[in-house]
């Protein structure tokens, strides 16, 4: 069946930098665009960022554009979610998806 986990989350200083990992499995991972999302405490869920499926072609959100980075690896199966600079607005619970398939999310805390 289809899995995505998220992974690399976890409690940062401002303007600190994490890389989130995404490893997918039970459908053709390299032949589907990708997606990254995130849900703040109390607000609804916000897209940050896709992928297509060869990786050459990239879209952000406005919030984070020219700080955040997606990659993937299709050998690997793996999307990546590069954040830096890091800011308290960031603090979610980010997520990998695809069609209707969601990850259970890896939790980011920006805080000093």
């Known amino acids: 069946q289809v899995q995505l986990v998220e992974s690399g989350g976890g409690l940062v200083q401002p303007g600190g930098s994490l890389r989130l990992s995404c490893a997918a499995s039970g459908f053709p991972f390299a032949i589907v665009d990708m997606s990254w999302s995130r849900r703040a405490p109390g607000k609804e869920h916000e897209w940050v960022a896709n992928i297509s499926f060869s990786g050459r072609h990239t879209n952000y959100a406005d919030s984070v554009k020219g700080r955040f980075t997606v990659t993937r690896d299709n050998s690997k199966k793996t999307t990546y979610l590069q954040i830096n600079s890091l800011e308290p607005e960031d603090t979610a619970v980010y997520y990998c998806?695809?069609?209707?398939?969601w990850g259970q999310g890896t939790q980011v805390t920006v805080s000093s």
């Open positions: 998806h695809w069609a209707d398939y």
